[in-house]
């Protein structure tokens, strides 16, 4: 039992002790929640510090045998792209818990027990290493998802929730599909044990069998990125959610879709994902620049924060695609700096609602005079989200970019745009909400940050410019796995002619 | 076969479960009489008693496996497997139908008696190795069931439950004695291991036709007792119309022990030819998947929604079946546990919620029972969640071994339909689901009375079994491996 498990089980922990907790002590359920996620949070910053950046592969393994036919482990690891995907999950929950403070009037209790319970589900996604886990938690992580839109979302939330569970359901049986097919063949859901027989050649798919399973993950993923044009469940679902909701949903969840891209579809079907790269890029791009187009015209705050993610993420994909090493990199932490900028936007959105029951861009207008420091925290956030340089969307985007030049020039310019159109709808956006005339029910309704909502913003503000002034904390260790991750793209690629390579001397080699 | 040798006394002992059963059913004949008014919850704790007594002697009966009555019977770990599966499903169908019976003022022995002819029946099939007692265990499990459809004689619905059930019953159990017929004529044998030898290239391959047409007969009455499609018109109505307890009763245990003895007859006598089998089997299974979840999803009353559920079911067993492997037969016998579980669990939540005269029985009148009853309502959550199949709950754990083993059979196309098939039916559960939790008090949630002791049990148990399952599978589906070699 090392660290690793100890963040793992805090949150199931909290999750069991909330259910013993008698409903009626709503300040105690909230305090339990907040303590437990605290307590997972630092104790995921310890993950951080024992963190040995110069090693590219697992460390804090815990591998022990779950079910013995078939041979199920409970494997988990932190490598340097689910390092800090983990602590993202682990960071956003006590803010999330802290935003849903009051907001959460009926039912507290499920509220808050369904948030740690997610808080478990993807902190395990990211951490999960066998095959057979990963997909436990990637489907455990969708239930309190469902409920928590469901119960506490929106006027539409029922039908948002179901759409959310069944698309991402029905795509996840292909994933499950793809799975079992992987098992036969290894013998083991083992994750690195299946890259080892890959770089061995001791398993070998041909190539249709590649293709195939390649696209059988790829469209469980493409769903939770999500890629154009299986996006059409993310704006309910965003817009439905409750605050706390959107925020996981934004933040975390869409990063199981990119991770699961960079960590299983590349290293297991190299070639398959290189003979798709393009029309997924291609996918991608459309993404980014339809997603802003869309985003540009939505009347409702959340719905244009919503497809800003879908503009967002493209970027991720098209990076992933890339098979550069600055484009993975900047993929990587664009995963973060969506999470941390998007995540901060739905929060200050959830604040203006909260204040002003009203989610239309057209009822608000002047909120910059009633609550100037509340327009602050925004404007710094969009920025952020712009791409601004010193701040953290900036070093992503820039990375991504500059990577997907290198593969193919004309994917850079399409992309571009999406830049400049973010700053469009951004900046419209903000001139609308925070400048012009202010309506009387905004004079009297809107008021400035509390101390409670200041600890839950100031934070997001924090990483934002961190991430964006000093990325050497972060990028070293993103850098060496992803690194090891191209090679793996590059190791098996095409049908071996030579003898095959070990993948030590590979690794000398570079 | 030397039938004038006496029974050695090991024999009764493997013969055990079902001289409990059938004693005690006689017994609670009697006292029906005896006590007439009195104290009628003292047939529930009888029956209990002896379903226990009989599960013991079936674990009992484990530690000396073997042959009894001249080969008719064999305990080996298949049997004993769905002996106590059975057995257990009497348990809890006893437990969950104390108030049921209560309430709705019928609590006689005949039911419990009825029960257990029927568990007894059951109990006969899953352990015969022979396809006259597999017939004689049918008929005794089928006929009890047909009185218990019918048994509250003031329902329209039950009535015409059990007619249906009754009449299309016996129709399916002739398609099947007429496939032993034949069998016996081509192979002049009912015993299954020499039916397997004498298909394994005997004389009997020779003549493909007759034996073909044996084995399509068979399997529509097997098809038709485990309302597989195109044999399922009957289980909806049937499902819907029977009491509640019954109807849980009969999509479990019943099922189960259907199942047993299809895989028995397919995987053991018929095994030589499954060449020739399994593509009837496949279309079964993908029209069994597909006909019941597509028609579920329109349901808006809850017993009809959970019998084409079943039937749903049954079709992802067929997939199983349609491997034809040991490792599909152990996925058979994982899932029809885990399944147990959960619909058992599931009717006695309608049960509970549906009040006197079962008024209570739309999807909507599921509203709020979350607020009113966070408990029952978490329990209901985790029984619809293993029969949509999450992680962490027996029906994945089923389904994914499911598949599984279909995959190494190399039937990629049956398993992507058929998880497709389960993306479907997540639907429909979750509508429940939806219900239940995002909605405000209904009438019948207002009115909704506490659990009581008896329906505490039969929910909280499955709850147990449904998430051990899930979360240990190995235990089960170890024995059910290790059993499933067993089978010839």
């Not at chain 1, 003979?275 to 015209?297: D, E, K, N, Q």
């Not at chain 1, 969307?393 to 999406?418: K, P």
């Not at chain 2, 990629?412 to 995002?438: D, E, F, K």
Request: charged share 10%.
């Amino acid at each position: 039992m090392n660290l690793l498990d100890i963040v793992l089980a805090i949150p199931l922990v909290g999750f069991f002790v909330l259910l013993l907790v008698p409903r009626a002590a709503e300040g105690a359920i909230r305090a339990i929640a907040l303590g437990f996620s605290l307590v997972a949070f630092l104790a995921s910053l310890g993950l951080a510090f024992l963190y040995e950046t110069i090693r590219p592969g697992e460390q804090f393994v815990t591998d022990v045998v779950w079910v013995t036919s078939p041979n199920i482990h409970y494997h988990v690891s932190l490598d340097g792209l689910s390092l800090w995907l983990l602590i993202l999950a682990t960071f956003l929950t006590p803010i999330c818990i802290l935003i849903s403070w009051k907001s959460i009037r009926s039912r507290g209790k499920e509220f808050f027990a369904f948030m740690l319970l997610l808080e478990f589900g993807l902190t395990g996604v990211f951490a999960a290493q066998d095959l057979f886990l990963f997909y436990v938690f990637w489907e455990v992580s969708l239930v309190p998802m469902y409920f928590l839109i469901g119960i506490w979302g929106h006027e539409r939330r029922i039908y948002a929730a179901v759409k959310f569970f069944l698309y991402t359901m029905a795509a996840s049986v292909l994933m499950l599909t793809g799975i079992i097919y992987v098992y036969n063949h290894a013998g083991t859901f083992n994750y690195p044990d299946i890259l080892a027989q890959l770089a061995s050649g001791k398993l070998a798919f041909s190539p249709s069998q590649q293709m195939l399973l390649f696209l059988a993950f790829f469209v469980a993923f493409a769903v939770k990125v999500p890629i154009f044009p299986l996006h059409t469940w993310l704006p309910d679902a965003h817009v439905e959610a409750p605050t706390a909701g959107s925020v996981m949903l934004a933040s975390v969840m869409l990063k199981m879709g990119t991770y699961g891209l960079a960590r299983f579809c590349l290293p297991m079907f190299p070639s398959a994902a290189r003979a798709c790269a393009p029309w997924i890029v291609v996918l991608a791009i459309i993404g980014i620049i339809y997603g802003a187009l869309v985003a540009m015209v939505q009347p409702n705050m959340k719905k244009l924060v919503a497809y800003s993610s879908v503009s967002h993420l493209g970027f991720v994909v098209l990076g992933i695609f890339s098979f550069t090493q600055n484009g993975m990199d900047g993929a990587v932490y664009q995963m973060l700096n969506h999470g941390i900028s998007t995540g901060a936007l739905f929060v200050l959105v959830g604040f203006l609602y909260e204040r002003r029951h009203s989610l239309a861009i057209a009822d608000f207008g002047g909120v910059a005079t009633p609550a100037p420091w509340l327009s602050t925290a925004f404007m710094i956030t969009m920025l952020a989200s712009i791409g601004l340089p010193t701040l953290n969307n900036f070093v992503g985007e820039f990375l991504v970019l500059q990577g997907s030049a290198r593969a193919n020039f004309y994917w850079t310019i399409f992309a571009s745009v999406g830049v400049i159109l973010s700053a469009c709808y951004m900046l419209w956006l903000y001139q609308r909400v925070f400048y012009g005339e202010t309506p009387a029910e905004v004079r009297h309704r809107v008021f400035d940050l509390k101390p409670r909502e200041w600890a839950a913003i100031v934070p997001l503000i924090v990483m934002m410019v961190w991430m964006g002034m000093y990325s050497q904390s972060f990028l070293p260790a993103v850098r060496k796995t992803t690194a090891r991750i191209l090679e793996q793209t590059q190791v098996n690629v095409e049908i071996r002619v030579q003898a095959p390579t070990a993948p030590t001397e590979v690794a000398h080699a570079r | 076969m030397p039938a004038s040798m006496a029974p050695a006394g090991v024999e009764y002992i493997r013969f055990l479960p079902e001289i409990v059963l059938i004693l005690a059913g006689a017994l609670l004949m009697v006292l029906d009489v005896l006590l007439r008014k009195q104290a009628r919850e003292i047939y529930g704790h009888i029956s209990i008693l002896a379903l226990a007594a009989a599960m013991a002697a079936a674990v009992f009966a484990y530690s000396s496996p073997g042959s009894a009555f001249s080969g008719l019977l064999i305990v080996d770990g298949f049997a004993t497997f769905f002996r106590v599966l059975v057995i257990g499903v009497g348990i809890l169908t006893v437990l969950s139908s104390y108030r049921f019976l209560e309430r709705e003022g019928a609590a006689t022995g005949e039911f419990h008696a009825l029960l257990l002819f029927s568990v007894a029946g059951q109990s006969v099939m899953v352990s015969a190795n022979e396809l006259i007692m597999i017939f004689i265990g049918l008929e005794i499990s089928s006929i009890a069931s047909y009185v218990l459809a019918g048994y509250l004689r003031d329902d329209k619905r039950a009535n015409e439950a059990a007619l249906k059930y009754f009449l299309l019953g016996s129709f399916a159990t002739a398609f099947f004695l007429y496939g032993i017929a034949i069998v016996y004529g081509m192979t002049g044998t009912t015993y299954l291991n020499v039916i397997h030898t004498g298909l394994h290239g005997g004389p009997v391959a020779a003549a493909p036709v007759f034996i073909g047409v044996a084995v399509a007969l068979m399997f529509v009455g097997l098809a038709f007792k485990v309302s597989g499609a195109p044999f399922q018109i009957w289980a909806p109505d049937v499902y819907q119309g029977a009491p509640t307890p019954v109807s849980a009763f009969l999509t479990t245990g019943s099922k189960a022990a259907a199942f047993a003895i299809f895989l028995r007859i397919f995987m053991n006598a018929f095994e030589p030819i499954a060449r020739d089998w399994y593509p009837l089997v496949w279309g079964s299974a993908l029209l069994s998947m597909t006909v019941g979840n597509f028609a579920a999803l329109t349901q808006s009353n809850i017993k009809r929604l959970l019998g084409y559920s079943s039937i749903a079911h049954a079709g992802y067993v067929l997939v199983a079946l349609t491997a034809h492997s040991q490792t599909g037969t152990a996925a058979a016998m994982f899932y029809l546990a885990a399944y147990a579980f959960m619909n058992i669990g599931a009717f006695a939540v309608v049960s509970h919620l549906s009040g006197k005269g079962e008024r209570f029985l739309s999807v909507d009148d599921f509203a709020g029972l979350a607020v009113k009853q966070p408990g029952t309502a978490a329990l209901l959550a985790i029984f619809l969640m293993s029969l949509i199949g999450v992680p962490l709950t027996g029906g994945f754990f089923g389904k994914f071994y499911i598949f599984k083993a279909a995959l190494s059979s190399h039937l990629v196309w049956l398993t992507v339909l058929g998880l497709l098939n389960s993306a479907v039916a997540a639907y429909y559960y979750l509508r429940i689901l939806v219900v239940m939790y995002m909605r405000e008090p209904s009438e019948a949630t207002a009115e909704v009375e506490p659990l009581s002791l008896g329906l505490r049990a039969a929910l909280v148990i499955p709850a147990l079994g449904t998430l051990f399952l899930g979360i240990f599978p190995a235990w089960v589906l170890d024995f059910a491996g290790k059993s499933a070699a067993l089978v010839r």
